[in-house]
Nanobody, 123 residues
């Protein structure tokens, strides 16, 4: 069982930056691929970024390429999402997820999910 807790969300002006963190419980964090998803009001949850279990491979949604960076520190059992040049359309609840695989996926097939952290970007 893995428990995930997101933090780092908040209110930021357009053009600003935030770094989200996802702290995982358990001793097997390094065997899980991690993903970040987001859900805006009235919209479906969408994939944002994913990272392989050792951090070598990353995937991004086209909408955030060059803007967001996913990373992980297996020694700290934590995954991160660095978000730069934020836009109002990035406003959403951001969720991290863990997958019992070395590779991330853009689909919802993750085994564990966090509760989410709100990111609000004002114009």
């Amino acid at each position: 069982q893995v428990q995930l807790v997101e933090s780092g969300g908040g209110l930021v002006q357009a053009g600003g930056s935030l770094r989200l963190s996802c702290a995982a419980s358990g001793r097997t964090f390094s065997s899980y691929a991690m993903g970040w998803f987001r859900q805006a009001p009235g919209k479906e949850r969408e994939f944002v970024a994913g990272i392989s279990s050792r951090g070598v491979i990353t995937h991004y949604a086209d909408s955030v390429k060059g803007q967001f960076t996913i990373s992980r520190d297996n020694a700290k059992n934590t995954a991160y999402l660095q978000m730069n040049s934020l836009k109002p359309e990035d406003t959403a609840v951001y969720y991290c997820a863990a997958r019992k695989s070395t590779m991330p996926t853009m689909t919802y097939t993750y085994d564990y999910w966090g509760q989410g952290t709100q990111v609000t970007v004002s114009s």
